[in-house]
């Protein structure tokens, strides 16, 4: 894919606010991603006795879900997430949302960051609900497919 497509798919990431994030022997769960292009990876603020986190810390191959009508966009990211020391980052990243789950705020003691790096994604990108239905109505009437957005696969 290209260039464009990359950079698609880091714009929409940044208006997902929840995927489930599926990592080593667990089941996905639902996560907020915090995508930073610049960093190549995506990030998530969670707790220590997460299972998400026990994962991260052995480094585990990790796959992302993404079923967003906000950032439309759909499909599967694979990759690797381990557990990062950066706290630096951490402070860059929190926010008021993340301390809606920790009682001590970003003081609490639980208070954990993940660090996933994206290795391959496939993505359907949409321009939004409006042209998807407009999309599908114009099919049905004119006999054709719709043109629902763009699919591709992306190798970071």
Not at 18 to 29: F, Q, R
Not at 78 to 91: F, H, N, T
Request: overall charge negative; some cysteine.
């Amino acid at each position: 894919m290209t260039a464009t497509f990359t950079d698609t798919f880091w714009s929409n990431m940044n208006k997902i606010h929840v995927v489930l994030l599926g990592a080593g022997d667990g089941a996905p769960v639902p996560m907020s991603p915090l995508a930073r292009k610049e960093d190549g990876a995506i990030w998530f603020i969670t707790s220590a006795d997460h299972d998400s986190f026990k994962a991260a810390k052995a480094v585990a191959d990790a796959d992302i879900y993404l079923c967003d009508s906000a950032g439309h966009m759909y499909g599967t990211v694979k990759g690797r997430l381990s557990a990062s020391q950066d706290d630096d980052k951490l402070d860059e990243l929190w926010s008021p949302m993340a301390a809606a789950w920790f009682e001590n705020g970003r003081e609490d003691d639980s208070v954990r960051l993940m660090k996933y790096i994206p290795r391959e994604a496939e993505i359907w990108a949409t321009d939004g609900t409006a042209k998807y239905l407009f999309e599908t109505i114009k099919a049905n009437v004119t006999d054709s497919k719709p043109d629902t957005g763009t699919y591709g696969m992306i190798h970071f």
